[in-house]
Nanobody, 126 residues
Framework: QAQLVEYGGGTVQTGGSLRLSCAASGRTFSDRTVAWFRQAPGKEREFVARINGIGDNTEYAAAVKDRFTISIDPNKITVFLQMNSLKPEDTALYSC???????????????????WGQGTQVTVSS
């Protein structure tokens, strides 16, 4: 089974940018939908963005739309999350996961995803 790893997090000031990466060990994402979620202390994990394996279908949470961009590299090895105009409320542990087989293909529900990575921390200061 695939093991996911995330990297690229860090600490930036309000208005700054970061690019997160998500990759699977031993396979590509060519036939799988991948999504980014985030969880802040004391809050539930929430959907951020998703992309299908082909890379032609994406969706964003309202809170990040027009600021974040999800993409997949041509070899389908890595999924990226470009984050611009960062705000303090974006501070969270960001994790990626793959959509479970048999789940609704446009799902943004955390319960429909599996093979979670360990996460990468994003901190946005004022």
């Amino acid at each position: 089974q695939a093991q996911l790893v995330e990297y690229g997090g860090g600490t930036v000031q309000t208005g700054g940018s970061l690019r997160l990466s998500c990759a699977a060990s031993g396979r590509t994402f060519s036939d799988r939908t991948v999504a980014w979620f985030r969880q802040a202390p004391g809050k539930e994990r929430e959907f951020v963005a998703r992309i299908n394996g082909i890379g032609d279908n994406t969706e964003y949470a309202a809170a990040v739309k027009d600021r974040f961009t999800i993409s997949i590299d041509p070899n389908k090895i890595t999924v990226f999350l470009q984050m611009n105009s960062l705000k303090p409320e974006d501070t969270a542990l960001y994790s990626c996961a793959m959509l479970r087989y048999g789940s609704y293909r446009y799902s943004t529900n955390v319960q429909d995803y599996a093979n979670w990575g360990q996460g990468t921390q994003v901190t946005v200061s004022s």
